[in-house]
């Protein structure tokens, strides 16, 4: 993963994205390219974990897909059954020791875990298994999970995950494979996204429909709040419970900023929600300028659905250099300063001598947006207004987004206008929240239309439990 640090970048970083794949001669190969349609959910290690029925294969390293798998280390993995994990981290170290899907051998077996989320009462149940003599090897939530199933008294496996799933609080999108069987479950609010699919006669399972389209299934549905799945290597399929559906409370910000364009959610196709976000920007926050432009990638749809709005020019006003490497010299305090022109570069030619509305997803610490702001002025830009297709995120999320916390927050700290003043723009807008949920039009009459909204408003769908102590030792 690129030390985006180095620049003091404050973009927001997801935890990690799951694939999984029951009763395929090529198993490995398919979960190796259904992670490479991941990598945008997480780009600092990866990890794949095949069966025989017999016994694991197991592959993990830090880096991005392409580097940890080669094809020699993919024809090694022999099964006709996986699970794969790319990860960003949000709780525990970046070390190999974290890297996903964590492997374990216990009294009934080998166990592989792998999840998209975070666990609000994590620390609490590690507190708890080490009192009674659980030892860990990791610094990640996940391991609990393992503990807490090799320390149940049900007589089934599956009655032992049931169990333990009733223990956990927070997000997870959970695959869990063993030599027999391959389970699936989905927190009971949903605030991960998890799907089906179909690829002949196997089951196929990811973060995101992408996936899918990638390795040629066809999606059949999502998975829903509380449910969890039994696959066989036969990929028969048993559809249970282990709780009760909540209030669904899927995360904004994977149609805002998380998930590829071309991935669905809820059956709304992300890009189309983008575009329709800037849709409803440009309807609150008109600006009277030359051009419109987005910051790639993940703006470029609310920045041609603004444009499409107001009739105002769309151009490719900033470009991205897809090249940066994940490891470089650390640059000297200048060069620090000025980071940011690795990454991105103004087009002179398209914002000299105009007016300029820079259209972004969010604005978490707001020193990437400042730098972007300058490079437009820089390049010649009359006048810069900066559009944002979300409202300000004043509250740290405990859910597996890398937010910092409120402290470091820059809308809970300061009123828009002051926030204008330290980006240096000539105008500051954000979406309402109420707009934003309009606009993505999710077909729901929950609350929220079925969204988490707990970085806006401060409205968390679960109990924190020691998640506010963690953020006061940030």
């Known amino acids: 993963?690129?030390?985006?640090?180095?620049?003091?970048?404050?973009?927001?970083?997801?935890?990690?994205?799951?694939?999984?794949?029951?009763?395929?001669?090529?198993?490995?190969?398919?979960?190796?390219?259904?992670?490479?349609?991941?990598?945008?959910?997480?780009?600092?290690?990866?990890?794949?974990?095949?069966?025989?029925?017999?016994?694991?294969?197991?592959?993990?390293?830090?880096?991005?897909?392409?580097?940890?798998?080669?094809?020699?280390?993919?024809?090694?993995?022999?099964?006709?059954?996986?699970?794969?994990?790319?990860?960003?981290?949000?709780?525990?170290?970046?070390?190999?020791?974290?890297?996903?899907?964590?492997?374990?051998?216990?009294?009934?077996?080998?166990?592989?875990?792998?999840?998209?989320?975070?666990?609000?009462?994590?620390?609490?149940?590690?507190?708890?298994?080490?009192?009674?003599?659980?030892?860990?090897?990791?610094?990640?939530?996940?391991?609990?999970?393992?503990?807490?199933?090799?320390?149940?008294?049900?007589?089934?496996?599956?009655?032992?995950?049931?169990?333990?799933?009733?223990?956990?609080?927070?997000?997870?999108?959970?695959?869990?494979?063993?030599?027999?069987?391959?389970?699936?479950?989905?927190?009971?609010?949903?605030?991960?996204?998890?799907?089906?699919?179909?690829?002949?006669?196997?089951?196929?399972?990811?973060?995101?429909?992408?996936?899918?389209?990638?390795?040629?299934?066809?999606?059949?549905?999502?998975?829903?709040?509380?449910?969890?799945?039994?696959?066989?290597?036969?990929?028969e399929m048993c559809v249970t419970r282990f709780s009760e559906p909540k209030e669904t409370s899927i995360c904004s910000f994977e149609y805002i900023y998380f998930a590829r364009p071309d991935s669905d959610i809820s059956g709304i196709n992300v890009h189309t929600a983008r575009k329709r976000l800037g849709r409803q920007l440009a309807k609150e926050a008109f600006a009277e300028v030359d051009v419109i432009t987005g910051v790639p990638d993940s703006s470029t749809s609310a920045a041609i659905g603004f444009a499409e709005a107001t009739g105002i020019p769309y151009e490719l006003g900033l470009i991205k250099n897809r090249y940066v490497g994940r490891t470089f010299i650390q640059p000297s305090q200048e060069l620090r300063e000025?980071?940011?022109?690795?990454?991105?570069?103004?087009?002179?030619?398209?914002?000299?001598?105009?007016?300029?509305?820079?259209?972004?997803?969010?604005?978490?610490?707001?020193?990437?947006?400042?730098?972007?702001?300058?490079?437009?002025?820089?390049?010649g830009a009359t006048e810069v207004h900066v559009r944002i297709s979300s409202p300000p995120v004043k509250n740290p999320c405990f859910y597996g987004i890398d937010t910092a916390n409120r402290d470091q927050l820059i809308a809970s700290n300061h009123s828009v206008d002051e926030i204008c003043k330290l980006i240096n723009a000539d105008s500051l807008a954000f979406l309402s929240a109420e707009g934003m949920i309009e606009a993505i039009g999710r077909p729901s009459n929950e609350k929220n239309r079925g969204h988490c909204v707990a970085c806006f408003t401060g409205d968390y769908p679960t109990k924190l439990y020691d998640a506010l102590e963690v953020e006061e030792t940030v």
Do not use: W
């Open 1 to 235: 993963m690129q030390d985006d640090s180095i620049f003091d970048f404050d973009e927001l970083n997801e935890e990690c994205g799951v694939f999984g794949i029951v009763g395929h001669s090529d198993a490995a190969r398919l979960t190796y390219y259904g992670l490479h349609a991941l990598q945008h959910r997480g780009q600092e290690s990866a990890g794949i974990v095949t069966t025989n029925g017999e016994k694991f294969h197991v592959h993990r390293d830090m880096g991005l897909v392409t580097e940890v798998f080669s094809s020699d280390e993919v024809s090694k993995l022999i099964g006709s059954t996986a699970i794969g994990h790319v990860r960003y981290s949000t709780t525990g170290s970046s070390v190999l020791a974290n890297v996903q899907p964590l492997v374990f051998n216990y009294a009934k077996g080998e166990i592989a875990i792998a999840t998209n989320g975070n666990l609000v009462n994590g620390d609490k149940l590690r507190k708890e298994l080490e009192a009674n003599g659980s030892i860990f090897q990791t610094t990640t939530d996940t391991e609990a999970i393992a503990h807490l199933i090799a320390r149940s008294n049900a007589d089934t496996l599956e009655g032992a995950v049931k169990e333990t799933l009733n223990q956990l609080v927070g997000a997870y999108a959970l695959l869990i494979l063993t030599n027999e069987q391959l389970f699936v479950a989905q927190d009971p609010h949903a605030l991960r996204p998890l799907a089906i699919g179909k690829l002949g006669d196997s089951y196929v399972f990811s973060s995101e429909t992408c996936a899918f389209d990638t390795i040629g299934a066809t999606f059949i549905r999502e998975i829903e709040p509380g449910e969890l799945l039994v696959v066989t290597q036969d990929n």
């Open 338 to 379: 000025q980071g940011v022109k690795m990454k991105l570069s103004a087009v002179r030619k398209v914002v000299e001598g105009k007016r300029v509305v820079m259209v972004d997803d969010s604005i978490v610490r707001g020193t990437t947006s400042r730098r972007i702001v300058n490079l437009l002025r820089e390049a």
